[in-house]
């Protein structure tokens, strides 16, 4: 198991090698000799979260709730992906909130929920479904609402050349996907000012 460990790493080593090769640098130049150690530590960090179960993380969660049945939310939670087409970064915000029916967990899950999925590989809608979905299966609440807004580096300092444009996703399900009124209430709880509630006047 060691060896092979340690035959994958060499071969992973070696490709970095080769592409820097490819990209006609000298490999053997001073500044080059740690980037392939330092690109893969970099790579294996940006996917981290393969070896994290959300799931697990959400099971603790807290059945008195003292009656509470409205909108919990949690908005702005800063995350870093990695797009799977580019191995480009995403950086962007997600607003994660549920109704719930009796379970609740605590803040930090939510966040953490959020960085288990974006620790992967991704693409911006499919790592909006399954923060969704973890929510829905674990927690059964009334219904879950999911908005990401997040910048692509493969759009914006390559390719198209956008350096502005954001992406927006959202997922919706139970009542804030039936019911356009509390999907209504859940727009506007996600669009309130996030910071600390002090207004510096100018
Ligand atoms: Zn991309």
Known sequence: MQNDQEHSHAKARQAVIDIL??????????????????????MVA?????SQDPYRVLEKFFEEVAGYKNLIMLQNIHFESMCEHHLAPIVGNATVGYIPNGRVVGLSKLARVVDIFAKRLQIQERLTS?????????????????????????????????????????????????????????????????????????
């Open 46 to 50: 940006q996917t981290v979260g393969y």
């Open 130 to 202: 399954q923060i969704g979905l973890a929510l829905d299966e674990v927690l059964l609440p009334k219904g879950v609402g999911v908005i990401i807004r997040a910048k692509h580096n493969c759009l914006c300092t390559r390719g198209a050349y956008k350096p502005n444009a954001n992406m927006t996703t959202t997922y919706f399900s139970g009542v804030l996907d039936t019911d356009s009124v509390k999907r209504g209430e859940f727009y506007t709880a996600a669009a309130l000012p996030w910071g600390n509630g002090v207004h510096h006047s100018q």
């Open 21 to 42: 090769d490819y990209l006609g640098e000298d490999t053997s130049r001073q500044g080059l000799q740690e980037t392939p150690e330092r690109f893969l530590k970099s």
